[in-house]
Structures are given as C-alpha cells and as structure tokens.
C-alpha cells in the first residue's frame, strides 16, 4: 500500500531540493516515488528513471540495482541485458547483498553474462556470508547441480574473494573505473509528441 500523494517523497519539497542538490539518497527516494506513484502515467516513469540513473550514477547500490532489474525486465524502459548486468555488477562489486544476489541469478540464468553456475554460487555464497536468506537457499540450489570440483572451486574462489585476492582486487578495480551505463532510454523517449 503506497502512502497518500500529499505524504509521498515525490511531493516532498526538502526531498527535492537535496535530489537537485546532488544528494543521492534523495535522489533514490525520488525516483522511487515516481516509479511507485499510482496514476503510473509515462511522464512520472520517464522522470522516476532520471532520477534513479542520476542516484545511481553518484554511486547509490540500491539505485543500481532497481535499474538493473528494470533493464532485465524491460518495464518502463527497453529491455537490455546488457544494461542490466553493467549495473548489477558495479552494485555487487560494491559489497550491496542484493547486488551480490542479483548478480548470481545473472550468472545462473546466463541473462546478460555467460551462464556460469561456479560463478553464481560465488555470488550467492557472498550475499549469504552479508546475510541476504533469499542468496542462501540460491547457494544450495545451485551447489545441487555442481560436480564436486565445481562446488571445491566455487568455494576457493569465494573464500580468496573474501580475503582480498586477486579476483577481489579485479572487481575493486572495476568498481573503481565505474563503467558507467548508457543512458536508459523509455519507449516513449522514441515516440514523437504530437504538437
């Protein structure tokens, strides 16, 4: 249940200000209030992304991560793999939970990444270890369909990111150069107003 309009982020004057001021937790708080507004007309979806690009790009996770999954989905914007796990992966590479479990379905489903199960139980096994349940029962699921030197592999590579080796140093230095997404682009962005 949303809360009442008059109540809502999005009509939150100090909200504003802090988003427009840079603020990327209010930019976050904006834009999800756009997105989750009622009346879900294309201008507040069209808004909402901006504003969730925005808080994104200025390096909140959770903003990442809500694109990544409208990226995989394609509701409100095209569907873009690609899109989605550019983001996913900077939020995981980042140390978000969530990011860490959405990147591990990325690799089981091979959606945008190649499908790579001793990868996503790395990443399913390091959003357990940050306490995310849902990334746990993903962990044993995938364990089930892993050969006993898949699981001896994904376990070693978990536990050498965890200590800081070399995987860990590459995906800091990911993190650190921030690719950053194309622009999203909504289907109505390539509709003409009519005058």
Do not use: C
């Not at 004057?13 to 009622?38: N, T, V, W």
């Not at 294309?42 to 990226?71: C, D, F, K, P, Y």
């Not at 364990?143 to 990111?161: M, N, V």
């Amino acid at each position: 249940m949303l809360p009442p309009a008059e109540n809502s982020a999005a009509n939150d004057p100090g909200i504003k200000i802090a988003a427009e001021g840079g603020d990327a937790g209010a930019q976050f708080r904006l834009g999800q209030a756009l997105l989750q507004d009622p009346s879900r007309s294309v201008e507040n979806s069209a808004h909402a992304l901006r504003w969730l690009q925005m808080s994104a790009e200025n390096g909140n996770t959770e903003a990442m991560i809500v694109l990544g999954r409208l990226s995989r989905s394609g509701v409100g914007l095209l569907q873009n793999y690609s899109q989605a796990s550019k983001w996913i992966q900077t939020a995981a590479d980042r140390g978000n939970p969530e990011g860490m479990l959405e990147l591990g379905r990325l690799y089981r489903d091979g959606i945008g990444l190649d499908k790579d199960p001793v990868r996503a139980y790395v990443w399913f096994n390091r959003a357990s270890a940050a306490r995310n349940l849902d990334a746990v029962r993903e962990r044993e699921a995938v364990a089930r369909t892993l050969t006993a030197d898949e699981l001896k592999e994904a376990q070693s590579r978990s536990a050498a990111q965890e200590s800081g080796g070399e995987q860990a140093s590459e995906a800091r230095t990911r993190a650190e150069k921030a690719i950053q997404p194309q622009p999203l682009s909504s289907p109505s962005s390539n509709v003409r107003k009519s005058e």
